[in-house]
């Protein structure tokens, strides 16, 4: 392969092309596109036209994958390695505004499975359906929102630890659907707020709507100031946003990116995306 890789945004984030997801990818090629991937921390793979099988196969490339908490949903796969993001049931309908399925809460800013002990690695989605307008992606840049954070409020973050729950975080976003297997089986864990890359070190601020309080605060103080780092991260210049096409294919990294979805006309129109997720190789504290 020739591998291409063009910036996309001004701090991170860079589309690859040259590369056949359908075909194996030999070593040389996959580490160019892990150095591009540990440089920009988002990758666009454009026409991509896979299958599952095929997005697992690259996937495990990256490490081992977790278990998804929303597989063999309806109009998804019964493969744990697999997020079905969608709207339509297994007859191809569109949900219902306002069901659960849809997945209340995903436009707000969140990194993958920080709500686990050991959070996620890389998160890898790809475009099956897609509406003509709206339903993009943005993604906002925590190492950049590190290296331009003011001094005092650096100092103030460095050694902190956050709550992340996933239960709080769905009430927040009026999702009522949570169960008490839920609640035992997805307890509150601990983050640490600074996080360093683990292959290069960089620090990136770790955020997200699963981070609930920082441990120790009072809790107006925490949400002032987790409130305050988000705003600082989420900032024009930090925010990629991706308008999806059939077959995009993009890949982005938990550890230094928050992530959100953008509003489409749901109720007429369906939006069919399928994610893998990496694991981290360990806790962040």
């Not at 977790?66 to 969608?86: A, F, H, V």
């Amino acid at each position: 392969m020739t591998i291409t890789v063009t910036p996309l945004a001004e701090t991170f984030a860079a589309e690859i092309r040259g590369v056949d997801l359908r075909q194996p990818i030999f070593d040389a090629d996959l580490a160019d596109i892990q150095a591009a991937f540990d440089e920009y921390g988002i990758l666009v793979l454009p026409d991509q036209e896979i299958n599952d099988d095929q997005q697992i196969a690259y996937s495990r490339r990256f490490g081992t994958l977790e278990t998804s908490i929303r597989y063999n949903r309806d109009g998804g796969s019964n493969r744990p390695e697999l997020s079905y993001i969608g709207n339509l049931d297994k007859n191809g309908k569109l949900y219902p505004i306002g069901d659960e399925r849809g997945l209340p809460g995903t436009e707000r800013w969140h990194s993958d499975s920080s709500f686990r002990t050991v959070p996620a690695y890389a998160s890898m989605l790809s475009a099956r359906i897609v509406p003509p307008t709206g339903g993009e992606t943005e993604f906002a840049d925590l190492r950049g929102a590190w290296d331009t954070l003011p001094k005092d409020m650096q100092d103030r973050a460095e050694g902190q630890t956050v709550i992340h729950d996933l239960i709080k975080s769905r009430k927040v976003s009026t999702d009522q659907n949570v169960g008490k297997d839920e609640e035992k089986r997805l307890p509150p864990v601990r983050q640490a707020l600074v996080r360093p890359h683990p292959k290069n070190q960089r620090k990136a601020i770790y955020i997200g709507a699963h981070a609930i309080q920082i441990e120790g605060w009072p809790e107006a103080e925490s949400d002032a100031f987790l409130q305050a780092l988000t705003k600082h991260a989420t900032q024009p210049k930090l925010v990629y946003r991706h308008t999806w096409r059939k077959g995009d294919l993009v890949m982005w990294d938990n550890t230094r990116a928050v992530h959100r979805r953008c509003a489409w006309d749901a109720a007429t129109q369906p939006r069919v995306l399928i994610r893998t997720t990496v694991a981290g190789d360990g806790p962040t504290i």
